[in-house]
Every structure is written in C-alpha cells, then in structure tokens.
C-alpha cells in the first residue's frame, strides 16, 4: 500500500509562518496556530509542506498498517485560511452559528479573515475538537469493534431461525399421525357387530 503524501516532518512551522507574504494573512496564522496550541498542549509539526498540525490520533483504514494525523490543523492559502477539525462540525452546529463569515466542508473550515470572527467561539470549537475522540480511539472507548458487533449479532440470531423452522416442519407430522387414527380404528368396530348380532338370535 502506498504511503500517505502527508506526513509529519522535521521542518520549522515557524520558519513556513515566515514565507507567508501577505501580512495579515501571516498574522492570523500565527493566531489560530496559537491557539491550537493551547488547547491541545501540543507543539506545531509540519505535516507536508504547507499544514501546521497539533496533537495526533492513530486511524487505520479497509486495510494497511495504523497511520497518524494531527487532530487541529491549519493551511494558509491564496483564498482563505484553512483550519482543519478532524472531529467535523456534527456537534459544532450552534458555536458555527455564531462564529462570523465562513465556509465549510467536511473536516474544513474555510474562513477570509480573521477579524471578521469572533475569537471566542472559535476558541471553543478548537477546544470541542481536541477533545473529541478519533480514529481507533472511538472503538476503545465503545469497548468493541462494530464490525465484530455486527457478526456477533448475525451470529446470535441465527440459531432462532432454525428452530422456528424445525417446530414448522414438526407440526405436520403430528397432524398426520391424528388424521390417521381414526381411519384404522373404524373398519375393526364395524367388523365386530356383524358377527355378534347371529349369537343372539
């Protein structure tokens, strides 16, 4: 399996702060990556060569060996800041509604400047983000696989089937030994009067 193109490196996320030519652009930079630092207690680390990264989780995919990414994130572009929440915006819905002018996707935030939002409410979306769990900490914290839940449940259920369909085919078995008794039994009745009623006579 090929290797992910984003990885962690070595590199100075303050010294790519510095490549950034558009001051203001810089500066808000600077100040998410501050705060994305705060919150999660954890240094910035290039991931690739334009993503500033804070904290980690471990994911796993279909299949391959368990793989790291940061938890916040944030990307400088020509048309906005892009600041990364691994966890979403499932749970962000009314902080979102007062945060200021923005774009979403699905793990992205996209926003012009950063003067237009309130600093506040982003502050607390990076706080609910960082301590949302991700990757296999999900299953850690759900005490199982879901995909072992599901077979275990296939599993469970599958005896009761089976035993609905042997008492089905039982019932008619005991419905054919009653239709048949009567049948044998008539014929030596009828036998027995006709040759008692001459004796009398």
């Not at 558009?22 to 334009?50: C, F, H, I, L, S």
Request: net charge positive.
């Amino acid at each position: 399996m090929a290797e992910p193109k984003t990885q962690a490196t070595t590199k100075s996320a303050a010294a790519f702060f510095a490549t950034i030519k558009d001051g203001q652009k810089r500066q808000d930079a600077e100040t998410v990556a501050a705060m994305m630092a705060n919150v999660t207690g954890a240094p910035p680390v290039m991931w690739g060569t334009n993503m500033v990264g804070f904290g980690s989780f471990q994911y796993k995919g279909s299949s391959g060996p368990e793989r790291s990414w940061p938890r916040l994130a944030l990307s400088p572009r020509a048309q906005n800041l892009t600041i990364y929440l691994m966890a979403g915006f499932e749970d962000l819905g009314p902080l979102l509604k007062k945060l200021g002018p923005h774009q979403t996707g699905k793990s992205c935030l996209y926003v012009k400047r950063l003067s237009e939002l309130d600093p506040g409410v982003l502050r607390a979306m990076l706080e609910k983000a960082a301590q949302a769990p991700l990757g296999l900490e999900r299953s850690a914290g759900s005490g199982s696989d879901p995909k072992v839940v599901k077979k275990k449940a296939a599993a469970t259920r599958a005896p009761a089937k089976g035993k609905a369909a042997t008492k089905k085919k039982a019932a008619p078995k005991k419905a054919a030994a009653k239709k048949a008794e009567p049948k044998m039994a008539a014929p030596k009745k009828a036998a027995a009067k006709k040759k008692a009623a001459p004796k009398k006579r």
